[in-house]
């Protein structure tokens, strides 16, 4: 007999819809062959439903058995057709009644005794659900979490193949999960430092809020030990909550790479990814055979944190150029081509020579001059113009240091600030691509950042003395909109552009 059960592949962000039908002739050897490009792990399913199917009491019949998924031309990844593959042998060998299959999606990975395992990519999927007009998704239990968010469709969580064969031969019935509304969902994971722990440094928390303020990159240079690290790690803390758009955006591709935990929901936060500087070319921007996402988009709409920015190697560097300045990375491979979202702001820390010291007031440089100068050449010039604002971080002074932190301005209260810019710019951008200021293109800079005489005269000076590129040209005033806007003003005024303008680099080696 012959069956056809539903279910979905991701490609790139987007779900695309899988017929998998499963064909037992009367006659023939026993076989079991799955046709319609198959990766090993789909192909490995045989095994595991095999086993599946026989550990929850049905039978696997010794038949030519063949399942095929359609569409034949999409190569198909992963070990989410377990469950339609068994379902589709348990109705094609009419050990399921007569059920009408058509108006549900099925997905997640078998275990040997037939329960449910944790499944990548199912958000994408159960979204596809949703928009093709299936009334069911049936998925693993651990899962559950994740597409409870998607209203609009029925979710019904699945702990293993014996529960769900009960359910669909209405001996006992699976209940729906409720619908969960994005505003009761709150991450309460505490950051690993707070703003008020950070002694002194002013100037780079400041640059730092307002970093989180307009989601612009950041560059931290600074003596060892002088607390770069510290304040990136404590930058999480400030920063804007995600809106519903951006957390779903987010968690899709957390979906797909198999970074959402077992029974974790829509991510909240933003992300702070810090890859290592020995990470891949093809883990920081992403790829492979199947591109997968790298990290710059697992920080998309967070925060990409390089530690040690010099250490990376330049190719890989020189590979964020352009996801920088496009929010989007586009991976072609032979198999297709893929684009994965990118809108990160980038956080590097480094130190200004090998040997840590130069420029520094309290111990001499070891370095020779060739040294100082091959090591900032490290990172190259149009990587360096791709960063807003460029603060050194001077050594802490001992008194700093042994001072009281009790009137420090906590990450709680500073995170309202940013927020409260933020949403400025949200109202700003509401009918744009836009969600913060460091996104504008040079038309919108145009549009949304007049300049009054004074502004521009000073502009103007800066660009003969500082020698501005058009493109910090346009970076200083995006800066200056994101002072203004923590101020809550409306107009740019000189001190806004003269702040922002301290902010670029004080030499380009
Ligand atoms: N301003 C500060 N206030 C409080 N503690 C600090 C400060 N700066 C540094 N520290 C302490 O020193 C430790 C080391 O600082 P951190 O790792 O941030 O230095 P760094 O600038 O990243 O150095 P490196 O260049 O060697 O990587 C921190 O974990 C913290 O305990
Ligand atoms: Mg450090």
Do not use: W
């Given at each position: ?120 990519g199912v958000l994408p999927l159960v979204l596809l659900a949703k928009e093709k007009k299936f009334k069911k998704v049936y998925l693993p239990l651990v899962n559950t979490q994740e597409a409870s968010v998607v ?62 303020a307009g989601g612009h990159n950041v560059f931290m240079k600074g003596v060892p030990g002088s607390g770069k690290t510290m304040l990136a790690r404590a930058y999480p803390g400030i920063l804007p909550e995600l ?24 991510i909240r936060h933003r992300s702070f990814r810090s890859p290592h500087h020995t990470t891949s070319r093809i883990g920081l921007i992403g790829g492979g055979a199947h591109p997968m996402p790298g990290e710059i ?213």
């Amino acid at each position: 007999m012959l069956s056809k059960v539903f279910s979905g592949a991701t490609v790139g962000l987007n779900g695309v819809l899988i017929e998998v039908e499963v064909d037992i002739p009367s006659q023939g050897l026993p076989a079991f062959n799955i046709v319609g490009l198959p990766d090993k792990a789909v192909e490995e399913a045989k095994e595991r439903v095999r086993a599946a199917i026989k550990n929850s009491g049905a039978d696997i019949p010794p038949k030519r058995i063949t399942v095929n998924l359609a569409p034949a031309d999409l190569p198909k990844e992963g070990p989410s057709f377990d469950l339609p593959m068994a379902v589709g042998i348990l109705a094609a060998s009419e050990q399921l009644p007569q059920v009408d299959l058509t108006e549900s999606l099925f997905l997640g990975e078998l275990s040997l005794d037939g329960s449910l395992r944790h499944t990548a990519g199912v958000l994408p999927l159960v979204l596809l659900a949703k928009e093709k007009k299936f009334k069911k998704v049936y998925l693993p239990l651990v899962n559950t979490q994740e597409a409870s968010v998607v209203a609009g469709v029925e979710v019904y969580p699945v702990s293993n193949l014996l529960q769900l064969f009960k359910h669909l031969s209405g001996v006992e019935n699976i209940t729906p999960a409720p619908v969960t509304s994005f505003s009761t969902l709150i991450d309460q994971t505490p950051f690993e430092f707070d703003f008020a722990e950070i002694q002194g440094q002013e100037q780079a928390k400041r640059a730092l809020i307002i970093a989180a303020a307009g989601g612009h990159n950041v560059f931290m240079k600074g003596v060892p030990g002088s607390g770069k690290t510290m304040l990136a790690r404590a930058y999480p803390g400030i920063l804007p909550e995600l809106t519903e758009e951006e957390a779903m955006e987010v968690t899709k591709i957390y979906s797909i790479t198999g970074n959402l935990q077992e029974n974790q929901s829509v991510i909240r936060h933003r992300s702070f990814r810090s890859p290592h500087h020995t990470t891949s070319r093809i883990g920081l921007i992403g790829g492979g055979a199947h591109p997968m996402p790298g990290e710059i988009s697992l920080a998309h709409r967070g925060v990409l944190f390089l530690d040690e920015f010099p250490e990376f190697p330049r190719h890989v560097l020189e590979a964020l150029r352009q996801p920088m300045e496009d929010g989007v990375v586009t991976i072609s491979r032979a198999a297709g081509t893929v684009s994965y979202p990118a809108q990160f702001s980038l956080v590097a820390a480094a130190n200004p020579c090998p040997c840590g010291y130069y420029g520094s007031d309290n111990k001499p440089c070891k370095c020779l001059p060739g040294q100082i100068s091959r090591y900032q050449k490290r990172v190259s010039g149009p990587i360096l113009d791709r960063i807003d604002i460029h603060i050194n971080v001077p050594q802490v002074k001992v008194e700093k240091l042994i001072e009281s932190s009790r009137g420090a301005e906590k990450s709680e209260s500073i995170q309202k600030k940013v927020q409260n810019a933020r949403n400025i710019q949200l109202k700003r951008f509401n009918n744009t691509k836009f969600k913060s200021n460091s996104e504008m293109s040079t038309r919108a800079v145009k549009e949304f950042c007049s300049l009054s005489a004074g502004c521009e005269t000073l502009m103007r000076q800066a660009v003969s003395q500082v020698n501005l590129s058009a493109r910090s040209y346009y970076k200083v005033i995006k800066v200056a909109r994101t002072i203004t806007d923590l101020e809550e003003s409306q107009e740019i005024t000189s001190s806004h552009i003269a702040e922002a303008l301290q902010f670029r680099p004080k030499e380009i080696d």
